[in-house]
Antibody, heavy 118, light 106 residues
């Protein structure tokens, strides 16, 4: 069955870097693009961007340009989200989500909690 | 960017009732509209895509409608497992989510 399994919770200090993984299984990784979505505590869903898993080309939403980086390890069917120079407002749960047919997000990872605190 | 306005922000209903959540797009998105359900502490689950197509395994008490800028999600005969948060999202170019609707038990 199709699964997206994300890495575990992270506790970081401001200014540090975090790298979250999203390992896909049950389908051909390069056939479907991967999206990243942020959910701050008690808030709604915010689209961060997506990465073309065939070419590796990332696209970032305006609010996520600069400190955020999407990458792939295709041989391991894994997508990564790296956040540099962490800020308190980066405290959130981050989800990866597969872009399915007709571009909706049909499978989601379980989420990775990132807490930024000094 | 296309903005998605969802209403109501919260909704209280009883088991067995029928509820409707609406979503308005700031410009024409044709039928590129998805609905997701999220339960507390869990990841979102796709319910509907292309405005009215139910995702695999979604019960038929859920239905989506609309096109252009006005959309709705209707849940007939609410079940205990239906309570949670619901989000619309357009998938026409750069995706945007609506603000969400929290559906609570009355």
């Amino acid at each position: 069955q199709i699964q997206l399994v994300q890495s575990g919770p992270e506790l970081k200090k401001p200014g540090e870097t975090v790298k979250i993984s999203c390992k896909a299984s049950g389908y051909t990784f390069t056939d479907y693009s991967m999206h990243w979505v942020k959910q701050a505590p008690g808030k709604g869903l915010k689209w961060m961007g997506w990465i073309n898993t065939e070419t590796g080309e990332p696209t970032y939403a305006d609010d996520f340009k600069g400190r955020f980086a999407f990458s792939l390890e295709t041989s391991a069917s894994t997508a990564y989200l790296q956040i540099n120079n962490l800020k308190n407002e980066d405290t959130a749960t981050y989800f990866c989500a597969r872009e399915g047919y007709d571009d909706a997000m049909d499978y989601w990872g379980q989420g990775t909690s990132v807490t930024v605190s000094s | 960017d296309i903005q998605m306005t969802q209403s109501p922000a919260s909704l209280s209903a009883s088991v067995g009732e029928t509820v409707t959540i609406t979503c308005r797009a700031s410009e024409n998105i044709y039928s590129y509209l998805a609905w997701y359900q999220q339960k507390q502490g869990k990841s979102p689950q796709l319910l509907v895509y292309n405005a009215k197509t139910l995702a695999e395994g979604v019960p038929s008490r859920f239905s989506g409608s609309g096109s252009g800028t006005q959309f709705s999600l209707k849940i007939n005969s609410l079940q205990p497992e239906d309570f949670g948060s619901y989000y619309c999202q357009h998938h026409y170019g750069t995706p945007t989510f609506g603000g969400g609707t929290k559906l609570e038990i009355k």
